[in-house]
């Protein structure tokens, strides 16, 4: 056994200062808060973006622009993606399960059915919205576009 192979016997040592335990420990008094303000209160805690009472800079910054509460977010589908789930799965009636089977949309997504790409056969679709290249596209192939 060496001296610097010494160590104190487990659960001997405390670990951190005990704070505001009386003037005795060192820690008394304030405990280690300083002297008056917020951050001597209990309870206090800083807003998020708080700059010590400076105009905070998400109040500096000019706002732009308009945010419309009505808008209505669709999901695009183009027709060679249309095109290639026909050829893959095999199927001429297109739905709204068949495009959440096939992970191209989830259960709540609205979609709108856009014109890149072209068909090479008929298809029914079914969905929210089509372009009207899409449906020209469509309808020229001899399918048909059902809006829900």
Request: glycine share 12%.
């Amino acid at each position: 056994m060496n001296l610097n192979s010494l160590t104190p016997a487990k659960g001997s040592v405390k670990s951190g200062k005990r704070i505001a335990r009386g003037q005795g420990s060192g820690k008394g008094g304030t405990a280690t808060r300083g002297h008056k303000g917020a951050k001597s209160r209990s309870g206090y805690s800083k807003k998020i973006g708080f700059e010590g009472g400076q105009m905070p800079l998400q109040r500096r910054v000019p706002k732009f622009g308009f945010k419309n509460i009505n808008r209505v977010e669709y999901k695009p589908i183009n027709l060679d993606i249309i095109q290639s789930l026909v050829e893959k799965v095999n199927i001429s009636d297109i739905t709204l399960d068949v495009l959440i089977e096939n992970g191209f949309i989830s259960k709540n997504d609205n979609v709108k059915i856009l014109g890149r790409g072209e068909l090479k056969s008929k298809v029914n679709i079914t969905a929210h919205k089509f372009s009207a290249s899409a449906k020209a596209e469509i309808e020229a192939k001899g399918g048909v576009c059902s809006e829900i």
